[in-house]
């Protein structure tokens, strides 16, 4: 693209209103700006016009260019439709002052445009289907009243109803000079509240730009770029926008209007069909795979399906699970205790295209695979994220079929028996939440529990996690453990016991004499057994953590 097709001017946003018909694509956001945002916006706007120079700045406007004068607003909607909103309050007051000419003619600079073609005044700024018929009865006069049928139009409502405030605040303050004082707003707006305008050929150019600037404070996000891209690209097709839009909305949905977490969704469902990708490469990689309304609309059928799976790996009491049986949904359970997030694009695959149970197995295994990961190391790393990518894309293919097959797919990254009994042996583990989950599947092991892994989030008011030699240990307690020994041993699981509130509450950071028969009375048998041993050293941590450690490689198998 020629550098001279792009403009780049510092301006005020006033102009940008006054010089051309803008208009919001009706695939973008709706208006968003809560009271505090308008608040904030007010006083930031105060403080500036309050100084000397006035001038305030109000980051980046990026728009495409139409036919005619008419421009599309690619980022900085929710700046321009709130000043929109200002400017009216500013007519509105004068309006309702008996200043009619000057509410006219601020009216007709920055506000509407007569159309010839309807004649009507028309809005300079346009928003979105959603939004536009309710934006405009604020924007244009004497237009027919609309009542609020969405969250964003009691958005509008009440920011116009704050910026009247404001308006109302500032001539109350001016005294006798109230109109002078909003004549100097007007010029205010127009000329010093500025901001950085970027004018593009094309809405795609428009979009690069915007990635380009990396604005943190800009309006739209990757999910706002990646939606924008699909429906224009799905528009050129007859009903290729309806569908994209719906499908959008609910894989949206599904994830509950979470942005961060929709995001998230998006790189892992992408990495889960083309291998790993990261967040700063997902639009570029989606913008050279989907290039025609059909690939557009069969994606936005993936998204929908996606989000659905992916919804249900979040939540083991998601409405999906339901036939899958208790097994299933506590393995589902346990991976969102670990916070296991890695092996999530693979489990989009399983879910796609194993047998169920097929998938039941590989649900229950990656719980498994987790744990050892977590144990052994390396599991927050890239290589890990990678080969469950990789094994997404093989499933996908058709290449692996089977959760047997999937360990063989995965043997780099999966440790082996000894690798997790060495590891887990020697293992400090500083999260109390891992602990009790980790003795808890233990203690279950110890009982005979056909699937042990499986703990129910048991109320940590009635079981809590004890410290056998005590985080604040005092050297008189506890001679054993000095200075750097303390640290070395105390984070240690063969440390650490299962005790109910109670008598863990009693024993606190006493010495091991007086609690030792508080142990040894506990129905948890693991916390019974360190009851028999005569006192607590490093030989007997390290003892009971390699026991273990033994029942460890069969509660959590490899495969």
Avoid at 4 to 9: E, G, V
């Amino acid at each position: 693209m020629p550098r001279s097709n792009i403009d780049f001017n510092l301006d005020g946003i006033g102009h940008q209103l006054k010089d051309r018909r803008l208009e919001v694509p009706l695939y973008q956001r709706s208006y968003a700006w809560g009271s505090d945002q308008v608040r904030d916006f007010c006083q930031d706007l105060a403080s500036a016009f309050n100084t000397d120079p006035k001038e305030h700045f109000m980051g980046t406007i990026v728009l495409s260019r139409q036919d005619g004068d008419r421009m599309t607003v690619i980022d900085g909607q929710q700046r321009l439709a709130t000043t929109a909103l200002l400017l009216a309050a500013i007519r509105d007051h004068y309006a309702s002052h008996g200043e009619d000419k000057r509410a006219e003619s601020l009216d007709k600079s920055f506000l509407t445009i007569f159309d010839d073609e309807s004649g009507h005044d028309e809005p300079r700024l346009t928003l979105n289907t959603e939004d536009d018929e309710f934006f405009r009865t604020f924007i244009v006069r004497d237009s027919v009243q609309v009542r609020p049928s969405r969250e964003s139009h009691e958005l509008i409502e009440a920011a116009y109803r704050l910026l009247a405030d404001f308006v109302a605040g500032q001539a109350i303050a001016a005294g006798n000079q109230w109109v002078s004082r909003l004549v100097e707003w007007r010029r205010f707006i127009e000329e010093d509240l500025r901001v950085i305008y970027v004018a593009v050929p094309t809405e795609s150019d428009a979009f690069m730009i915007f990635e380009t600037l990396n604005d943190r404070g800009a309006e739209l996000t990757l999910a706002d770029l990646l939606k924008n891209y699909l429906f224009s690209k799905a528009s050129t097709q007859s009903n290729g926008l309806e569908q994209v839009r719906d499908r959008w909305l609910r894989s949206l949905g599904a994830l509950e209007t979470n942005q961060e977490l929709f995001i998230t969704f998006l790189r892992q469902l992408w990495s889960s069909r083309n291998g790993i990708t990261r967040e700063r490469d997902l639009y570029k990689r989606i913008k050279e795979d989907v290039t025609t309304p059909q690939k557009a609309i069969a994606f936005s059928g993936d998204l929908k399906e996606g989000a659905k799976f992916y919804a249900a790996l979040l939540s083991s009491s998601h409405d999906f699970w339901t036939g899958w049986g208790t097994g299933t949904r506590q393995a589902v359970e346990t991976l969102g205790r670990l916070n296991l997030v890695q092996n999530r694009p693979m489990l989009l695959a399983v879910l796609k295209h194993f047998p169920k149970n097929e998938a039941k197995l590989t649900l229950r295994a990656a719980a498994s695979w987790g744990v050892r990961g977590l144990i052994v190391g390396g599991i927050g790393g890239g290589t890990t994220e990678k080969a469950y990518c990789d094994a997404a894309v093989a499933i996908r293919s058709g290449a692996v079929k089977t959760t047997s097959e999937l360990v063989t797919q995965l043997s780099a990254i999966i440790p082996t028996d000894a690798e997790f009994e060495g590891a887990f042996a020697i293992t400090r583990v500083t999260k109390v939440g891992l602990s009790r989950y980790y003795l808890l599947a233990l203690e279950n092991a110890s009982l005979g529990t056909t699937q042990p892994e499986y703990v129910p989030n048991s109320n940590e008011e009635e079981v809590n996690l004890e410290h056998v030699l005590p985080k604040n240990a005092t050297v008189g307690n506890w001679p054993s453990f000095p200075g750097e020994l303390h640290k070395q041993w105390v984070d240690r699981l063969g440390n650490h016991a299962l005790l109910s509130k109670g008598p863990n509450d009693k024993i606190g950071n006493k010495s091991f004499v007086v609690k030792q028969p508080v142990l040894a009375s506990s129905k948890m048998s693991l916390t019974a057994s360190i009851g028999g041993e005569t006192a607590w050293t490093a030989k007997e941590i390290e003892a009971r953590q390699r026991t273990l450690a033994k029942l460890a490689v069969k509660v959590w198998p490899r495969s």
